[in-house]
């Protein structure tokens, strides 16, 4: 499974972003997609996931309420909505899908910076 992301850049506070995760190779195989973050200095943490299946959604609490996760899977693509971003969201925003056996792909990451 080949993930790319985009969509990344750079944002006032109180601005939107969407990005958006193309997914492509053995896109039947994944059971679920999600986005993760990682600030500088800081471990990668989960920020929204979505399953294959029911297409139900998992947020941090840290983004409920102003980040929307979504898939279409006609396109094999996975989007985050962000709405009402603050300069602690600013950092590398990763792609990654789940395959059986716990196995995880992940793309190169995008870059987001909200200004203050």
């Known amino acids: 499974v080949q993930l790319v992301e985009s969509g990344g850049g750079l944002v006032q506070a109180g601005g939107s972003l969407r990005l958006s995760c193309a997914a492509s190779?053995?896109?039947?195989?994944?059971?679920?997609m999600g986005w993760y973050r990682q600030a500088p200095g800081k471990q990668r943490e989960m920020v929204a996931v979505i399953t294959s299946g029911s297409g139900s959604t998992n947020y941090a609490d840290s983004v409920k309420g102003r980040f929307t996760v979504s898939r279409d899977n006609a396109k094999n693509t996975m989007y985050l909505l962000m709405n009402s971003l603050k300069p602690e969201d600013t950092a590398v925003y990763y792609c990654?899908?789940?395959?059986?056996?716990?196995?995880?792909?992940w793309g190169n990451g995008t870059l987001v910076t909200v200004s203050s």
């Open positions: 190779g053995s896109t039947f195989s994944i059971k679920a």
């Open positions: 990654c899908a789940e395959l059986p056996l716990a196995r995880l792909y």
